[in-house]
């Protein structure tokens, strides 16, 4: 069936590096990749989506790239702060259906 | 996101109890789903509603029932709780006709217990 896999679990970077972390979807249809950021008692929130016919985004000091072609893409967060400490989300979408396929998170911890 | 609501925010119960989580929402979306997040396995879809006339099961809706009251309002009810249904519950909604139809809102969350 659909899936997505995300990678890392869990990782910790020091105050101003850089974390990257890797998603990849097995359904060729697949059309849009949000991300959503989860912070403590809260409900997740979008930060940055790609849609496949870019590859590559940018917002401020995220970026999101894509490579249609080995199914996978990626959230890039440069000079990292610790507010950015949370659990993040990819998905994948195929335009035209309502099922999110989400990957399974990734807790991102910034280290001051 | 204060345009989603939920109630209760934290619930504990026990074995074989029913128990209904709410969802509310002022965003004027048209589609409603229910999400239930484990540790370590994202989050799974329980039901989707595309309008309030259109309930559809999703991955694991075994156990699970919803109903859509109104355009604004979708609840989940579990008819007989069991421990391994203890888990977080999130509610999300989209909008169908928006340029951003695919975005999905979440509400913060209900922390379920079941004992």
């Known amino acids: 069936g659909e899936n997505v896999e995300q990678h890392p679990s869990t990782l910790s970077v020091q105050e101003g590096d850089s974390a990257v972390i890797k998603c990849t979807y097995s359904d060729s249809a697949s059309n849009y990749f949000p991300w959503y950021k989860q912070e403590l008692g809260k409900g997740p929130q979008l930060i940055i989506d790609?849609?496949?016919?870019?590859g590559e985004k940018k917002d401020q000091r995220i970026a999101v790239t894509l490579n249609k072609t080995a199914k996978h893409f990626s959230l890039h967060i440069t000079e990292t702060q610790p507010e950015d400490s949370a659990v993040y989300f990819c998905a994948a979408i195929t335009s035209g259906t309502y099922k999110y396929i989400f990957g399974t998170g990734t807790r991102l911890k910034v280290l001051a | 996101d204060a345009d989603v609501t939920q109630t209760p925010r934290n619930r504990i119960t026990k074995t074989g109890k029913r128990i209904m989580l709410e969802c509310s929402q002022t965003k004027g979306h048209d589609r409603m789903y229910w999400y239930r997040q484990d540790p370590g396995l994202g989050l799974q879809l329980i039901y989707y509603s595309f309008d309030v006339k259109d309930i559809n099961k999703g991955e694991i809706s075994d156990g699970y029932s919803v109903s859509r009251q109104a355009q604004a309002k979708f609840s989940l009810s579990l008819e007989s709780a069991i421990p391994n249904q203890t888990a977080l519950y999130f509610c999300?909604?989209?909008?169908?006709?928006?340029?951003?139809?695919?975005?999905?809102?979440f509400g913060p969350g209900t922390r379920l217990t079941v004992l």
């Open positions: 999300a909604t989209s909008d169908s006709s928006g340029a951003s139809y695919n975005e999905q809102f």
């Open positions: 790609i849609r496949s016919n870019v």
